[in-house]
């Protein structure tokens, strides 16, 4: 079982920087593969980035390229996601995802633990 806990979100105006935060738990966190999704009003939840465990691979949607960045402290089983000139458009709920399978996912169905999220929101 591995918890995970998103921090980091608000309120932010066009064109700032965040970083959020997810703090894992549970049986050997650092082993997963983490990942990134995002959830906008009224829309799907979607693929944000990926990290393997070892953060030495990355995998990005064509959306998030050049403005969102994953990393990892293993040592505090802590995942980021950075996210420079933001837009109206991330407005979103973002969530961290655990994932066993593979050393890239980019599908929600390869992540078997979520945490609830996290609300960020862009003003223009």
């Known amino acids: 079982q591995v918890r995970l806990v998103e921090s980091g979100g608000g309120l932010v105006q066009a064109g700032g920087s965040m970083r959020l935060s997810c703090a894992a738990s549970?049986?050997?966190?650092?082993?997963?593969?983490m990942g990134w999704f995002r959830q906008p009003p009224g829309k799907e939840r979607e693929f944000v980035g990926t990290?393997?465990?070892?953060?030495?691979?990355?995998q990005y949607a064509d959306s998030a390229k050049g403005r969102f960045t994953i990393s990892r402290d293993n040592a505090k089983n802590t995942v980021y996601l950075q996210i420079d000139s933001l837009k109206p458009e991330d407005t979103a709920v973002y969530y961290c995802?655990?994932?066993?399978?593979?050393?890239?996912?980019?599908?929600?169905?390869?992540?078997?633990?979520w945490g609830r999220g996290t609300q960020v929101t862009v003003s223009s």
């Open positions: 995802a655990a994932s066993g399978i593979t050393a890239i996912a980019t599908m929600k169905s390869q992540y078997a633990y």
């Open positions: 549970g049986r050997t966190a650092s082993d997963y593969t």
């Open positions: 990290i393997n465990w070892t953060g030495t691979i990355t």
